[in-house]
Antibody, heavy 120, light 106 residues
Framework: QVQLQESGPGLVKPSETLSLTCTVS????????WSWIRQSPGKGLEWIGY???????KYTPSLESRVTISVDTSRNQFSLHLNSVTAADTAVYHC??????????????WGQGRLVTVSS | DIQMTQSPSSLSASVGDRVTMTCRAS??????VNWYQQKPGKAPKLLIY???NFQSGVPSRFSGSGSGTDFTLTISSLQPEDFAIYYC?????????FGQGTRVDI
């Protein structure tokens, strides 16, 4: 059973960089692609982007200029960096694995979520 | 981006009821729709992938159908543990997008 756990600061100042790490256990990080998804009352669930085990990335266009997702296969971890944050980036951030059957992708395992508040 | 619109936004039902909710995509997306259940304070849980395929361990009272633009999630006999918010999500095109959710209340 794959398990994911987010870690990182829960409070970030405006204009600074939000950084979170997701640690994967119970499975190899080489088997899937890995996503970050955030959830806020105002915007619901928003997919941020993914990184494949080989390091390929895709991001949602609205955040693409500010976001980087990377993978460290030696540590079974992947990370999110979102720069120049504002209060609008306050949300619960989930990491998730993206399973695939054929060309159909789906989020089959999720971390419990990390609340990140942007405030001075 | 593909917009996913769920209806109703909320519904009230009783244990044993048959419950149906819908999700409409802003363009044709074949069968690339997934359904999730979320309870308060928890991460979403995958129920159905690719429109009608059960995720392992999901009770058979849940079923999904649809293709093109219109999709349905049905709970055949609502159980107490099914009161939650349900989200659809498309994986036809990046950026992958979610519906706004249907809340199922007692």
């Amino acid at each position: 059973q794959v398990q994911l756990q987010e870690s990182g600061p829960g409070l970030v100042k405006p204009s600074e960089t939000l950084s979170l790490t997701c640690t994967v256990s119970g499975g190899s990080i080489r088997r899937y692609s890995w996503s970050w998804i955030r959830q806020s009352p105002g915007k619901g669930l928003e997919w941020i982007g993914y990184v494949s085990s080989s390091g390929d990335t895709k991001y949602t266009p609205s955040l693409e200029s500010r976001v980087t997702i990377s993978v460290d296969t030696s540590r079974n971890q992947f990370s999110l960096h979102l720069n120049s944050v504002t209060a609008a980036d306050t949300a619960v951030y989930h990491c998730a694995s993206a399973g695939v059957v054929g060309t159909a992708h789906y989020f089959d395992y999720w971390g419990q979520g990390r609340l990140v508040t942007v405030s001075s | 981006d593909i917009q996913m619109t769920q209806s109703p936004s909320s519904l009230s039902a009783s244990v044993g009821d048959r419950v149906t909710m819908t999700c409409r995509a802003s363009q044709r997306i074949s069968s690339f729709v997934n359904w999730y259940q979320q309870k308060p304070g928890k991460a979403p849980k995958l129920l159905i992938y690719a429109s009608s395929n059960f995720q392992s361990g999901v009770p058979s009272r849940f079923s999904g159908s649809g293709s093109g633009t219109d999709f349905t999630l049905t709970i055949s006999s609502l159980q107490p543990e099914d009161f939650a918010i349900y989200y659809c999500q498309q994986s036809y095109n990046v950026p992958w997008t979610f519906g706004q959710g249907t809340r199922v209340d007692i």
